[in-house]
C-alpha cells in the first residue's frame, strides 16, 4: 500500500466578485464586465470578468481605460454586503463536502486532507465535488480553481496554474519540474521587491531559483523566510503555528531595529488592525485571540485571550495590549497575531451594551483605506509601525507569514 501526501487542497473562486454579479444579473453572463466602487471615470476596477480580462482588463485598471480597451464593457456598482453573503454560502457548500481548514480571504479557503482523501484519485474526485457543489448551492456562474497538493503553498500555487474553472494535481514526483513554467513573480511570498533582489543575484527564473541551495536562499532573503520557500518548493511541510480552524491572521520577521519589545509591539498593532479589517471584510466577528512571540533565542511563546465577539480594530487593539503584559522580555524575531473562535454575521449576538458605535468607526475606515489606499486613515497608535510590515497580500500569509 504505497502512502500518499497530498495534504492540502486550495480552492480560489475565479474573478469573484464580478462572477457574483453575473450570477446575480444573467443579462451580464458571458460578457465583459468590470466591477467598480463608484460609477465614474476616475474610478478604477475591483474585479473584472474573464470576458473583461481577454481584454486586457484587470483590478485595478482605471475606468476611462477599461472603456477604451473595451467600448461594451458593462460597468456594474460594487455591492460588498453581497460577496460577503455569497461567501458564507461558498463555505457552506464547500463545507458540505469536507471540512474548511482555514478561510484565507473572501474567495479563498483550504483543507487539510487526511486518511483515504490523500490518495490522488480519491483528492480529484473530493475537488471535482466540491466544486460542483459550489455551482449546485451558490450559482452556475461561481467558478474555482482548485489546487492539491503537499503543503499548504504548493496547494495555492496549484490553484494558479489553471484559470479559470482549473483542477490540479501536485504530487512530490512532479517537483521542482512543475513550477519551472511559472514567472518567479508568480511565486506566493515573492513581491516586486523580492523579486529585485534575486535578480541583482543573477535569479531571473524559477529554474535558477530551484537550483539554489538552502544556505544560498537564507542570505537572499535574508531571514528564515528564504529557508521555508526553500522547503515549500520541494513539497515539505514547515512547522505549523496558529492552525485554528476558521481563523484570520498576520505574522512577521520583525527587521533588526524592531526586535525590541517596544518595535514588537507597534508591528503586533499594525497586524491586528490588518486582521481585524480582513475579518469585518469577511462579515465575521472573533471571540479568540492568540498571540504568538518567538525570541532570537529561545522557544516560541503563545498566549491567548477568550472575550465576547469583537470585530472592531480598538477592542483587538486593547486585547493585544492586555497580552503583551505576560509577555517576558527578550529580543522578540518573530511575531504572529491570530483572531480565531469566528462567527459569522447570522450567528452574532450582540452583547447589551454594545452600541456599535466602533463597529461603524471600523467600517468607514476600511472603506476609506479600500479607497484612497492603505493607512490613510488609521488609529494613532498605530502610527509608530506605520509604513512596517509590508501587506503582501495575500500571500504574505502562506505558512507561518500570516494565518499560520
Ligand atoms: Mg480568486
Redesign the pocket.
Known amino acids: 500500500m504505497p502512502s500518499f501526501d497530498l495534504r492540502w487542497l486550495f480552492i480560489?473562486?475565479?474573478s469573484?466578485f464580478a462572477s457574483v454579479e453575473q450570477q446575480e444579473a444573467p443579462a451580464l453572463r458571458g460578457k465583459p464586465i468590470g466591477v467598480v466602487p463608484a460609477l465614474v471615470d476616475t474610478s478604477c476596477c475591483i474585479a473584472a470578468s474573464y470576458e473583461a480580462k481577454a481584454f486586457g482588463i484587470k483590478t485595478g485598471t482605471l475606468v476611462r481605460d477599461a472603456k477604451w480597451l473595451c467600448p461594451k464593457i458593462r460597468l456594474v456598482e460594487s455591492r460588498p454586503h453581497l460577496y460577503v453573503d455569497y461567501h458564507h454560502r461558498i463555505v457552506e457548500a464547500v463545507d458540505s463536502c469536507y471540512p474548511v481548514e482555514t478561510i484565507y480571504s473572501i474567495?479563498?479557503m483550504v483543507c487539510r486532507l487526511s486518511g483515504s482523501e490523500q490518495a490522488p484519485d480519491n483528492a480529484l474526485a473530493l475537488a471535482q465535488k466540491i466544486k460542483n457543489t459550489i455551482k449546485e448551492q451558490v450559482g452556475e456562474c461561481m467558478r474555482s480553481s482548485v489546487g492539491i497538493a503537499p503543503n499548504r503553498w504548493l496547494s495555492k500555487m496549484a490553484s494558479e496554474m489553471k484559470k479559470p474553472d482549473g483542477l490540479t494535481l501536485i504530487r512530490h514526483s512532479d517537483l521542482p519540474e512543475i513550477l519551472f513554467p511559472l514567472e518567479l513573480e508568480d511565486f506566493a511570498g515573492i513581491g516586486p521587491r523580492m523579486a529585485r533582489r534575486l535578480a541583482e543575484a543573477g535569479i531571473h527564473t524559477v529554474q535558477a531559483l530551484c537550483a539554489l541551495s538552502e544556505r544560498q536562499m537564507r542570505m537572499i532573503w535574508g531571514n528564515i523566510n528564504g529557508v521555508r520557500l526553500w522547503k515549500w518548493m520541494r513539497g515539505e511541510e514547515t512547522g505549523e503555528i496558529l492552525t485554528h480552524r476558521g481563523s484570520v491572521g498576520h505574522t512577521h520577521v520583525l527587521e533588526p531595529e524592531f526586535r525590541t519589545k517596544k518595535g514588537a509591539l507597534s508591528t503586533l498593532q499594525k497586524l491586528v488592525s490588518r486582521a481585524a479589517h480582513r475579518l469585518r471584510n469577511m462579515g465575521y466577528w472573533a471571540s479568540r485571540m492568540s498571540l504568538q512571540v518567538e525570541f532570537s533565542r529561545g522557544p516560541t511563546r503563545e498566549f491567548r485571550a477568550r472575550f465576547d465577539d469583537a470585530q472592531d480594530t480598538p477592542t483587538f487593539l486593547k486585547i493585544l495590549n492586555d497580552l503583551w503584559e505576560n509577555v517576558p522580555a527578550g529580543s522578540p524575531f518573530w511575531v504572529g497575531i491570530c483572531l480565531y473562535g469566528l462567527v459569522s454575521a447570522d450567528r452574532h449576538t450582540p452583547t447589551f451594551w454594545e452600541d456599535g458605535k466602533r463597529e461603524k468607526l471600523s467600517l468607514v475606515m476600511d472603506d476609506i483605506n479600500d479607497r484612497y489606499g492603505r493607512d490613510t486613515l488609521s488609529y494613532a497608535v498605530l502610527a509608530a509601525g506605520k509604513g512596517k510590515a509590508p501587506t503582501r497580500i495575500p500571500y504574505n500569509w502562506v505558512p507561518d507569514l500570516s494565518e499560520f
Open positions: 480560489d473562486l475565479n469573484y474567495d479563498e
